[in-house]
């Protein structure tokens, strides 16, 4: 199975935050943790993650935490996946650097992982973090299910949806 980790859906849940407040906004780890239910400890760790990434800037005194360091609508799912595990690739010769694999050079699917990589890491990079502040019915599968296209409003195809 093909997961994020628990780490990174919290990084999303914390930028998300971020992405619903006035821009420039600061928040200190104990209020992202109180309004999250992320255990302060655990907020802490991936706000600083996040930081040093360049996703977040800190803010230091008594009014301290920290605040977007870009527009939500500049920061992408990928970003943050990227930010918080480290490069997109679905095997270690689809990454960006040498696996180490035996049969790296002589396997007859490696560009086929490369391109579904590839079709991973572009979906990931179309789906900014404003889209990730809304919430979409789901429904246990894709059928009837909304469909958004980066840079496009929401168009929902479910029965009785906004759009009937």
């Given at each position: 199975?093909?997961?994020?980790?628990?780490?990174?859906?919290?990084?999303?849940?914390?930028?998300?935050?971020?992405?619903?407040?006035?821009?420039?906004?600061?928040?200190?780890?104990?209020?992202?943790?109180?309004?999250?239910?992320?255990?302060?400890?655990?907020?802490?760790?991936?706000?600083?993650?996040?930081?040093?990434?360049?996703?977040?800037?800190?803010?230091?005194?008594?009014?301290?935490?920290?605040?977007?360091?870009?527009?939500?609508?500049?920061?992408?799912?990928?970003?943050?996946?990227?930010?918080?595990?480290?490069?997109?690739?679905?095997?270690?010769?689809?990454?960006?650097?040498?696996?180490?694999?035996?049969i790296e050079l002589t396997c007859p699917v490696r560009t086929?992982?490369?391109?579904?990589?590839?079709?991973?890491?572009?979906?990931?990079?179309?789906?900014?973090?404003?889209?990730?502040?809304?919430?979409?019915?789901?429904?246990?599968?894709?059928?009837?299910?909304?469909?958004?296209?980066?840079?496009?409003?929401?168009?929902?195809?479910?029965?009785?949806?906004?759009?009937?």
């Amino acid at each position: 199975m093909i997961r994020i980790t628990r780490l990174t859906d919290y990084g999303i849940v914390l930028l998300s935050r971020f992405a619903c407040a006035e821009p420039g906004t600061v928040l200190s780890a104990r209020e992202l943790s109180s309004e999250t239910g992320i255990p302060l400890p655990t907020a802490s760790k991936i706000l600083k993650t996040l930081t040093r990434a360049g996703l977040l800037s800190s803010h230091r005194g008594t009014q301290g935490g920290y605040s977007l360091a870009r527009a939500p609508e500049e920061v992408t799912v990928s970003d943050i996946i990227g930010s918080l595990e480290g490069p997109i690739a679905l095997t270690d010769c689809a990454g960006e650097a040498d696996s180490g694999c035996d049969i790296e050079l002589t396997c007859p699917v490696r560009t086929n992982w490369q391109r579904i990589t590839d079709a991973i890491r572009g979906a990931l990079d179309a789906i900014p973090l404003t889209e990730m502040t809304v919430s979409f019915p789901y429904h246990g599968d894709t059928e009837g299910a909304p469909t958004v296209t980066a840079g496009t409003e929401r168009t929902d195809t479910t029965p009785g949806g906004p759009d009937a």
